[in-house]
């Protein structure tokens, strides 16, 4: 008896050593997102609910799934998110959604808050809790879209992050915007001004700020580089922003316009962005996978080729492992 109570001793403390190393891994591991493709009116969302056994490996990697409001509060009803949602809690997995501060439909912070707040309600209502917000290009859409100057941009997405610090007050917020088409002094002035004039209202600052990089155009156009990205992530890094960065496959509409996109287009480009910013040894605070060009087709099961979990799963292995703190 005395010689089986020592063994159960003994492996008392080997689990609690391997539980304290899991954590600690855990701990400084960088955190992933990963926003699924939206084609066919939300089918690979569904599946991710419908057929949790075919993706236990990514979701044993992955801290976040993502989508955006509008589209999540168009493809499904109440019953099934209600049934979903909270599976994602059980799953120890957060929410995100993006949406939008500075849009055509909302050309003011207070417009595309009061409209968004809906589906924020109707998410939590029907039990999802959610975890952060990033808000899609306001910066990019006033410049782009609505004709405002910078200064513009800087007070109306203030107020929307002033409404939803008020509102909301345990949500996160972030920023996405665009680059090389926002240059990378732009970035910085947009960045600092932003946090100027929220540190002047006294409202809370950025909790991320997330770069959507359409690297294609490095080669094509031979405008930006990722030694630029890099010096972004470390602006943000000195103004204590977690800096964020999506990962796409930039060259699969070009290739698909010339007959030479597929499923693999997707994984080798995903796999290829990767390698790049790691060969400037740039390592974002959190990893985002991110599709909306209606790729890959197949997203299930995660051991299938080239499916859009199998790509998170293997690019979360081989790439957010490493350290991010540089």
Known sequence: MSHRLQLTGVSILVLLALA?????????????????????????????????????????????????????????????????????????????????????????????????????????????????????????????????????????????????????????????????????ADQIRWLDALEKRLAEMQIRGLDFYRLDVNWAEFTVFDRGNWQEVKKLQQHCRARKVPFSLIYWASDYPSLKKRGLADDATWYISVMRQGQDYAMVDGAPDQYVIESWIGAPARCLPDSAEFSFTRSVCDFVRKFAKRDSTK
Request: charged share 25%; glycine share 6%.
């Open 20 to 184: 304290a190393r899991a954590t600690a891994q855990a701990a400084t591991r960088p955190a992933v997102a990963m926003y699924p493709p939206t084609q066919d009116n939300g089918r690979c969302f569904r599946e991710l609910f419908e057929q949790p056994d075919q993706w236990k490996d990514t979701r044993s990697l992955i801290s976040s799934l993502g989508y955006a409001d509008h589209v999540l509060n168009k493809q499904f009803t109440d019953a099934q998110l209600a049934a979903w949602l909270p599976m994602l809690q059980q799953w120890g997995i957060k929410l995100e959604l993006e949406v939008g501060a500075v849009k055509p439909w909302g050309p003011t912070g207070e417009k595309t808050f009061t409209v968004q707040r809906k589906t924020w309600d109707r998410v939590q209502r029907l039990g999802g809790r959610i975890d952060a917000i990033a808000m899609d290009e306001p910066l990019c859409c006033a410049r782009k879209e609505i004709k405002q100057p910078d200064e513009y941009a800087v007070a109306e997405t203030a107020a929307f992050i002033s409404l939803v610090r008020k509102q909301y007050p345990d949500m996160r917020i972030g920023d996405i915007e665009p680059y090389p088409f926002i240059p990378l």
